[in-house]
């Protein structure tokens, strides 16, 4: 149960939650993150040994700026850097290929409806642009090819000046 919470409010932290900046104000924060498998799940729910090592770092910088009181744009701009490297004694032993660049890059739009007495309703609009090269020939791709949409509401409460809040979307 504390891991959920825990993983809750860190997605609610990177999304900013429903809350839009002050006109002419804004955030800006850089991330890393990295993730490493050689393993995967078949389509049978078991656990299938790679003949490779994979490694995704992403150094991710993330924008907000308030456009006027109650609307806001954000933007989150991944760098990846992929590579797979063969295991020793297997088919793919030797194999070497890195590849890194600009990952898929979202922008969203969000919308305060309602901001009274430390509770906050806002609405968003989420564009996913498939910057990310997704060529196939080496098998690495930093993106999914896709435009996305997504529209989402989120609530919040504020317990100011306790330094504690909880969202939703």
Known sequence: LILFVCFVCLVSIAHAGPWTRSAGTGFMQLGFSSIGYNKV????SEKAN???DV????????ADYGIAEQLSV???IPVKFLSVEGKTGTVAAGLLRN????GDIDIAVKYNLHDAEGFVLSAEALFGLPTGSTSNDDGLRLGDGEFNVTARALAGKSFYPV???ISAD
Do not use: C, E, H, M
Not at 99 to 102: L, N
């Open 163 to 165: 330094p504690f809040y």
């Open 74 to 76: 954000s933007a989150t």
């Open 41 to 44: 799940y078949n389509d049978r």
């Open 99 to 102: 590849k890194s660049g600009i």
């Open 50 to 52: 790679l003949p490779v």
């Open 55 to 62: 490694r995704d770092n992403v150094l991710q910088l993330f």
